[in-house]
C-alpha cells in the first residue's frame, strides 16, 4: 500500500471517488494529490494541500523543464533560420555523434 502522497492532475488520473478530503468539493480539473489506505483513497485538491512543499519543488521541476525547452526552442529557430530544416540523415547523424558524450536529448 503506497502511504506516501502521489502526485497527479485530474486530466490524467483518477483515484478514488476524486472527492476532496479536505474541502469536501469534486476534484474534477487540475493539479490534487491522493494516496491509499486501508479504506481506500484520499484525495486532495492542491489548493487545499498548499502546506505540502512538494507541491513547491513539482512547479520548480516545472519551470525548470519549461525554461529548458525554452532555449532549446530558441536554438532550433536560429538553426532552421540559417540552415532550414535539418534532414534525417543530419540527425541521425548528429545523434550518433552524441552517443556516449552524455549529451543525447
Ligand atoms: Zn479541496
Not at 474534477?28 to 489548493?47: C, I, M, S
Amino acid at each position: 500500500m503506497a502511504k506516501r502522497w502521489i502526485y497527479s492532475d485530474a486530466s490524467i488520473t483518477t483515484a478514488g471517488t476524486m472527492v476532496c478530503t479536505a474541502c469536501r468539493k469534486p476534484i474534477t480539473e487540475g493539479a490534487f494529490r491522493y494516496r491509499q489506505n486501508d479504506a481506500g483513497f484520499l484525495t486532495q485538491h492542491k489548493a487545499c494541500s498548499l502546506d505540502d512543499l512538494e507541491w513547491k519543488q513539482i512547479e520548480k521541476r516545472q519551470q525548470e523543464y519549461a525554461a529548458h525547452n525554452e532555449r532549446r526552442k530558441t536554438a532550433l529557430r536560429a538553426y532552421i533560420g540559417e540552415f532550414g530544416a535539418p534532414d534525417d540523415y543530419l540527425i541521425a547523424e548528429c545523434m550518433a555523434d552524441a552517443v556516449g558524450t552524455g549529451k543525447q536529448p
